[in-house]
């Protein structure tokens, strides 16, 4: 019995004769029907679509590859994985299980790390926001205390002395890389002393211990060469005080940034063309290090906060075709049941999409939506993909950062995410919504319960 085939409208496609490719004339577009070794369409059947697909090799494999890159070029060296990149659980135990200490940027994050087993002492706090409760706990635990502003630290002057514990503490630095604009919103500049000003405070209260230096330049820097300015600039501020004060800066904290391989919004050339390597970024800032005027009786430890460059490409989103249909200027676009509530980084990012399953050579100019009621859920605004149906498969890629953290419960519910480990045995690590989680926390007033339509 044959089986009839399925009916495609005949359609005229601009031939492109320019220059051709290393591999000839043509690109061959391939379909992913497999992560990890499991079939899509298997994964999406048992534990629903859309669905976050993490890969536990992927993650010790990159962070291997990037502690390498450092290791071999600076004799300390220690990494601190960033809990806003990705906080759910089972994602930082790789991490630190691999040796990264924990890096947070608020309360929250503080005690989910310590939840997490992370020592207090190896616990870096960053960010703006650290209330008296949060600063009291850190200098409780030991933890390593990244002052943001001025007020800060009086706040934790006023809790050294009432406490008698002199809590370890470090500033941020904000300076001029060359890359503009600068990311002066955070920590005290370089250039205008404020950050001398702060550190001289700090020295002449005599209240705390001045450990570190820390800087975080920029988001998605494409610039190595920025994080050598950087290292050079914190070294000089470490000498000053060792000259100043006999005092030894004992880690500089060179924060993260790193770009991962996703292609920025407006980009010419795809970020896996681009991008840096993690082994560009050592190399800038060890040797900026070395180099230096600091010279310390031992090494300063460095720490990498890198978040993104890690686990961008660890993890994918799977979904499904809900519709096709023609815009009113003709173009093709497809709805998919991924939306922008889940994937956040659809707003920066070109995100690669691959169909999950056979198809013909016809492709076409398609935008690609999600299902929200909502103009702005535009996963893709224009990209040339083959024709999916309804009820087809795509992979995402490169969602590993920042999606699993910024995303939100608006219109649908947030998916399941399953962990992939080494021997390729499928986790949930996280649980999809249901309208029970959501109304467990709502409360609603007496008068409000009964109604009459």
Known sequence: M?????????????????????????????PMSHVEGKA???????????????????????FRAARQAFETRYPRVQFAWSYKTNYLDAVCKIYHQEGSWAEVVSGFEYDKAIRNGVEGSKIIFNGPDKSETDLRKAVTNNSLIH???????????????????????????????????????????YENGQAWDALNKIMFSGLMELVGLHTHIGTFMLSPAAYGVAASKLAHLAQSVLMKYNHEIKYIDMGGGFASKNTLKGSYLPGTDISPSIDDFAEAITSALMNSDYRPKNPPLLIIESGRALIDDAAWLLGSVLANKRLSDGRRSTILDVGVNI?????????????AQSFTSYTEDTALYGPLCMNIDVV?????????NKGDQVVIHHVGAYN????????????????????????????NESLDTLIALENVPDHLVNFEL
């Open 404 to 431: 699993m953290t910024q995303w939100m419960q608006f219109i649908t519910l947030r998916p399941k995410v399953v962990l992939i480990d080494e021997k390729e045995k499928v986790h949930v690590v996280r649980n």
């Open 343 to 355: 994937l956040f980084t659809a707003f920066w990012y070109d995100h690669k999409i691959t169909p």
């Open 147 to 189: 002052i943001d502003h001025l007020d800060e630290l009086y706040m934790l002057q006023d809790i050294a002395r009432n406490s008698g514990k002199r809590p370890r503490v470090a500033i941020r630095v904000n300076m001029d890389t060359g890359i503009h604009p600068i990311w002066d919103r955070f920590g005290f500049n």
């Open 2 to 30: 044959t089986t009839k085939k399925t009916y495609e409208r005949p359609i005229i496609k601009k031939l492109e004769s320019n220059m051709p490719n290393k591999f000839g004339m043509r690109t061959i577009y391939e």
């Open 380 to 388: 893709r605004e224009s990209i040339n993909m083959p024709l999916l």
């Open 40 to 62: 899509v369409k298997d994964l999406i059947q048992q534990y629903g679509s859309p669905l976050f697909v993490i890969s536990e090799k992927k993650i010790r494999k990159t």
